[in-house]
């Protein structure tokens, strides 16, 4: 099974800075990364697709990036609607997996 | 437009077999997979299986000997089997769409077990 260790565990930010959250796989997972964001009470909300691809309602402020076993999800210009848990999936190989989350709270 | 939603007990007991049903509406069963994930209080989300639109099933290597996923493309239902449940079991169980590819682009809002005598 591929393993994916998600960094940091959490996070604190002021509004209007840039953060940034790690998912390193096992072994290479050709891009096949989502990131999900979820607040207390409710299911995860799907932001990012194979790496970068914005869903739709996903604000321009969120990006992702990486390759290989390096991935990285960014929140540029941090607002008070972004403080939540962010969770990265690899889905190239079954049995699908996530990472152990990030907690992004305000400073 | 698209919704999935769980329904089963809240409570089972210890070494007993959890059930579970996702009924979704708005896609076929025969042309999306459905997952199921599931997350402890207060932990991070677990994938368990899914069954993807031709009937094939996968699992999560870890409760692949407990876990059974089905279907009843005619009811629209997905179903969740899983035995000789512990403490550690208890957790919000999520069923999910999946997109092209394999991510959960859809997810009903989650059913809570709790496993306790």
């Known amino acids: 099974d591929i393993q994916m260790t998600q960094s940091p565990p959490s996070l604190s930010a002021s509004l209007g800075d840039k953060v940034t959250i790690t998912c390193q796989a096992s072994?290479?997972?050709?891009?096949?990364i989502a990131w999900y964001q979820q607040k207390p009470g409710k299911a995860p909300r799907l932001f990012i697709r194979?790496?970068?691809t914005l869903e739709s309602g996903t604000p321009s402020r969120f990006s992702g990036s990486g390759s290989g076993r390096d991935y990285s999800f960014s929140i540029s210009n941090v607002e008070s609607e972004d403080i939540a848990s962010y969770y990265c999936?690899?889905?190239?190989?079954?049995?699908?997996?996530f990472g152990a989350g990030t907690k992004l709270e305000l400073k | 437009q698209v919704q999935l939603k769980e329904s089963g007990p809240g409570l089972v007991q210890p070494s007993q077999t959890l059930s579970l049903t996702c009924t979704v509406s708005?896609?076929?069963?025969?042309?999306?997979?459905v997952h199921w994930v599931r997350q402890p209080p207060g932990k991070g989300l677990e994938w368990m299986g899914g069954?993807?639109?031709?009937?094939?099933?996968a699992y999560n290597s870890a409760l692949k000997s407990r876990l059974s996923i089905s279907r009843d493309t005619s009811k629209s239902q997905v179903f969740l089997k899983m035995n000789s449940l512990q403490t550690e079991d208890t957790a919000i169980y999520f069923c999910?769409?999946?997109?092209?590819?394999?991510?959960?682009?859809?997810w009903g809002q989650g059913v809570m077990v709790t496993v306790s005598s």
């Open positions: 999910t769409r999946s997109g092209y590819g394999g991510y959960s682009d859809y």
């Open positions: 708005g896609f076929s069963l025969t042309s999306y997979d």
């Open positions: 069954i993807w639109g031709d009937g094939s099933t």
């Open positions: 072994q290479n997972i050709n891009k096949y």
């Open positions: 194979y790496t970068s």
């Open positions: 999936l690899q889905y190239v190989n079954l049995p699908y997996t």
